[in-house]
């Protein structure tokens, strides 16, 4: 079975941290591009950050770069999102996604809110 389970998401006060990962099985992720997007409560879905199956190169949105910080451990099935200095606008539910070639995988997302 096919799936993408997100953890870690919770309530934090701005200026903290999140660690949120994202555990894959049912297919092979070491071959998956992976990202991780976020969806605001009535705002549609963002492109957040990515990287590529190696690892080797990462990318970020504008908004969170010098923030966020993605990895994977492909031997764990497993992608992270580090989230530090976290403002009040970072709140959404965060996914994430595969991708290899016309495959998109999603899982069912986590709650992140940042208010003090």
């Known amino acids: 079975q096919v799936q993408l389970v997100e953890s870690g998401g919770g309530l934090v006060q701005p200026g903290g941290s999140l660690r949120l990962a994202c555990a894959a099985s049912?297919?092979?992720?070491?071959?998956?591009?992976m990202n991780w997007y976020r969806q605001p409560q009535g705002k549609e879905r963002e492109w957040v950050a990515g990287?590529?199956?190696?690892?080797?190169?990462?990318n970020y949105a504008d908004s969170v770069k010098g923030r966020f910080t993605i990895s994977r451990d492909n031997a764990k099935n497993t992608v992270y999102l580090q989230m530090n200095s976290l403002k009040p606008e970072d709140t959404a539910v965060y996914y994430c996604?595969?991708?290899?070639?016309?495959?998109?995988?999603w899982g069912q997302g986590t709650q992140v809110t940042v208010s003090s």
């Open positions: 049912g297919f092979t992720f070491r071959s998956y591009a």
């Open positions: 990287i590529t199956p190696s690892g080797t190169n990462k």
């Open positions: 996604q595969g991708l290899y070639l016309s495959i998109s995988r």
